[in-house]
């Protein structure tokens, strides 16, 4: 069965630093999704992005935050510059139409330190 | 915020049906509910979603009260691997927010 694919799977990095969370959507899909979820809370939404512009975002998703899809495959979400606060497993989703389910990835793990 | 009310947490026998509850008591027209579940850290997983029928699949069973207020999932054989937080999720999949809404969900511990 087709995946969501995430990488990496768990990112370190340094307060102030940019980092970029990739993922593989499920082929047919088109539209995509970034949640976060901190450690011991709810999962929550950040931002949907579909023909190649974000539909939606949360107040969580500011000028900080930014989502590309730079080829037919990959989406990513780029935080410009880290804070502590930002330390969370991310997901991706991707549907192929708004009314079917979501299928997630496995996430990764950003630590900023 | 999420439209609906689960209990934080609720422990099955292994091998016994779990019936997990959600109330949504504000539900509208064309909200249908869906159900998720999230393992340990993993990605939350999709279950089973349904409008007014009962629905089944092979994961579990969904069944909708008449007036829609609320909800029950049922997996019939709880297994140790079945221990996860699940999430009861309101929302119209054609219009509107394209954005699902997590809440708490209930924490199900299968015991041996």
């Known amino acids: 069965e087709p995946e969501v694919t995430q990488t990496p799977s768990h990112q370190v990095t340094q307060m102030g630093q940019e980092v970029i969370l990739r993922c593989v959507p499920i082929?047919?899909?088109?539209?995509f999704y970034w949640y976060r979820q901190i450690l011991g809370q709810k999962v929550e939404f950040l931002v949907s992005?579909?023909?190649?512009?974000?539909?939606?975002k949360s107040e969580i998703f500011d000028d900080q935050f930014s989502v590309e899809r730079p080829d037919g495959s990959n989406f990513t979400l780029k935080i410009r510059s880290t804070k502590l606060e930002d330390s969370a497993m991310y997901f991706c989703?991707?549907?192929?139409?708004?009314?079917?389910?979501?299928?997630f990835g496995n996430g990764t793990r950003l630590t900023v330190t | 915020d999420a439209k609906t009310t689960q209990p934080t947490s609720m422990d099955c026998a292994e091998g016994r049906a779990a019936n997990l509850p959600c109330n949504h008591s504000t539900i509208s027209g064309n909200e249908y509910v869906y159900w998720y579940r999230q393992i340990h850290s993993q990605g939350p997983q999709y279950i089973i979603h349904?409008?007014?029928n009962n629905e089944t699949n092979e994961m579990a069973s969904l069944i909708i009260t008449e007036d829609r207020k609320s909800s029950t999932l049922i997996l019939p054989h709880a297994t140790l691997r079945d221990t996860a937080v699940y999430y009861c999720i309101v929302k119209n999949p054609v219009a509107g927010t394209y954005k699902y809404i997590f809440g708490t969900g209930t924490r199900l511990k299968v015991l041996a």
């Open positions: 989703a991707s549907t192929v139409r708004p009314a079917s389910p979501l299928h």
């Open positions: 349904g409008l007014k």
């Open positions: 082929s047919n899909h088109l539209y």
């Open positions: 992005f579909y023909n190649n512009e974000i539909s939606e």
